[in-house]
């Protein structure tokens, strides 16, 4: 079964440089989210849209933007990046429906700012 | 604000059961979560419960409810070293897109 595709899955940027994350979502999958995993923590909400808008926000920072595309891929754009960026940035898609709303997870796109 | 807890470890001997404990604070979720993550892997649903159920088994799997008291745990029957991870237990509120994460229980299954 087709699953969540992230790209790149490791990315290595500079301080201050921009780095863009991309995220293919499961085939009919209508709601992409974002998460971020710092070394031995939990995964953090970042931003999550649906029908290519934005349904919540959570802690993204505001040098982060993200957006989602006709095709339902979305993408998390990162700017002026920072030491502490460095972290598992973890997509998830889901068919919203009125109920549950299970989230299936991509394999992650570990950033390394240096 | 919405908080999800979980113990941080927890180890068993190859056969014997665990049970993965979790206590979250929204009084309007809907559906609590648990997932799996394996080193340097991404997030595997293992299973989920609707916050109007007590009970739900699959396969190995046992997730009980106590809505009163928001428990959530994980009982994995016969436990085999392949079971070694973390996991997760997270929870979603009615009508919202946002997940809260517990910090995470890693599992050490000894052979």
């Known amino acids: 079964a087709a699953g969540v595709i992230q790209s790149p899955r490791h990315l290595i940027k500079e301080k201050r440089e921009t780095a863009t994350l991309k995220c293919y979502p499961i085939?009919?999958?209508?709601?992409v989210y974002w998460y971020q995993q710092g070394p031995g923590q939990d995964p953090q909400f970042l931003i999550s849209?649906?029908?290519?808008?934005?349904?919540d926000k959570g802690s993204i920072p505001d040098r982060f933007s993200a957006q989602q595309f006709s095709d339902y891929h979305s993408e998390l754009n990162m700017s002026s990046l920072e030491l502490g960026d460095s972290a598992l940035y973890f997509c998830a898609s889901s068919l919203w429906t009125s109920g549950a709303d299970t989230q299936y997870f991509g394999p992650g796109t570990r950033l390394t700012v240096l | 604000g919405e908080d999800v807890e979980q113990s941080l470890f927890l180890s068993v001997r190859e056969g014997d059961s665990s049970v993965i404990n979790c206590t979250y604070t929204d009084s309007s979720s809907t559906y609590l979560y648990w997932y799996k993550q394996e080193p340097g892997a991404g997030l595997q649903l293992l299973t989920y419960i609707f916050s109007n159920m007590d009970m739900k088994q699959d396969q190995r799997l046992t997730v009980l409810l106590n809505k009163k008291d928001k428990h959530l745990s994980l009982r994995i029957a016969d436990t085999q070293t392949g079971d070694s991870a973390i996991y997760f237990c997270?929870?979603?509120?009615?009508?919202?897109?946002?997940?809260?994460f517990g910090a995470g229980t890693r599992l050490f299954v000894k052979a």
């Open positions: 085939p009919r999958h209508d709601t």
């Open positions: 997270a929870d979603q509120n009615t009508g919202g897109f946002k997940t809260i």
């Open positions: 849209f649906y029908e290519k808008m934005q349904s």
